[in-house]
């Protein structure tokens, strides 16, 4: 008796839902519904197909290699390793204004930020300000968590550590006067970034919650110092360090450096000749890695991507013809030729 009791009891409600009684719709599929969706669905892709690659035609792209393996590189010198220092300028005109806002990004090939363990090699309680990891650094950062006398590394790790360090100047020459070309470089990281995964300690000043630890190798400057003209923009929430921080999925990619929209260049580049002066500090021949800077403008679907546009024009394509193929094998069939 109280076996059947439990099991009674254990025994799921009897309704529509929980006994699977609920009313379903089975929709009959037909070739008078199949075909015409077959061509809205085509027509449909290819509009926004078109929309998208003229749309992308209209973004305007410069971009040029400044790595120095050429003889003829105005950056050539500064590929010796006992150069250091080093400073070349790449010199360039635009014809036409280069419609603003504009954005500056520098670029690496053959970097392969994915990789798992350069991606693991950082210590994340670090990075959210945790004083207790700053003196005992997570295992995960070797071989960048102690430097040669045992101090520990703050921020460790390998990526960290290989934060990229090129830095630029642009000029505009103006009656061969150089004028410089303001840059923005607030707000070039993710919202989240800033906000929620990485904080700095909660000590003010910044340097003495980094008292006992010693800078990444590859650092010219302790994090407390990266940006030596706004103190807010330091430490773990420095907007460059956030960018390189955000790891790319591809080994050819470019991360946002700064943006062009102030003072006389509201608008945009006007045509004129232009220096990019650059800090040359990164290496990346031994890798057979290249360096690049591209300036692009962008519209309401982002970047210059004519892949998306060409792709929604292919599936597009195929719907239509996919339906014509239907409805051929349709009257063949539903209304054969009498013979």
């Known amino acids: 008796m109280v076996k059947e009791e439990k099991e009674l009891a254990n025994r799921p409600d009897n309704t529509a ?38 749309t992308s035609q209209s973004i305007q792209v410069l971009e040029f290699d400044y790595t120095g393996v050429e003889d003829s590189s105005r950056c050539f010198r500064c590929t010796d390793e006992d150069v250091t220092d080093c400073k070349c300028d790449q010199p360039f005109e635009i014809d036409s204004l280069f419609k603003g806002p504009v954005f500056f990004y520098y670029g690496l090939t053959n970097y392969y930020q994915n990789q798992r363990k350069y991606g693991v090699s950082k210590d994340d309680n670090q990075l959210t300000g945790d004083l207790d990891y700053f003196k005992a650094p997570s295992d995960t950062c070797s071989p960048y968590d102690y430097d040669s006398n045992n101090k520990p590394i703050v921020p460790c790790g390998a990526a960290p550590n290989s934060m990229f360090n090129d830095t630029f100047k642009l000029y505009q020459i103006v009656k061969g006067v150089k004028k410089l070309v303001p840059f923005d470089g607030k707000g070039i990281a993710w919202w989240s970034d800033y906000n929620v995964k990485y904080r700095n300690p909660s ?37 460059d360090f956030l960018v390189w921080m955000r790891s790319a999925a591809l080994p050819d990619f470019r991360k946002l450096y700064r943006r062009i929209a102030g003072g006389d260049y509201q608008e945009g580049l006007p045509a004129g000749n232009y220096s990019l002066e ?37 599936i597009g394509s195929l719907c239509i013809l996919m339906s014509i193929v239907m409805l051929i094998v349709y009257a063949k069939f539903k209304f054969p030729e009498d013979d």
């Open 278 to 314: 650059i800090a040359y500090n990164y290496p990346v021949l031994s890798f057979d890695g290249r360096k690049k800077v591209v300036f692009s403008n962008v519209s309401w679907m982002g970047g210059k991507n004519e892949f998306l546009g060409i792709a929604y024009l292919v």
């Open 17 to 54: 839902y929980t006994q699977q009684r609920l009313p379903a719709w089975q929709p009959m599929l037909s070739a008078g519904i199949i075909i015409p969706g077959f061509v809205l669905i085509g027509l449909a892709f290819i509009g926004i197909g078109v929309a998208l690659f003229v």
């Open 203 to 239: 000590i003010s000043p910044l340097r003495n919650a980094f008292n006992g630890t010693v800078k990444p190798p590859s650092w010219p400057r302790p994090a407390y110092e990266l940006d030596t003209t706004d103190p807010a923009n330091n430490g773990f929430i420095n907007q």
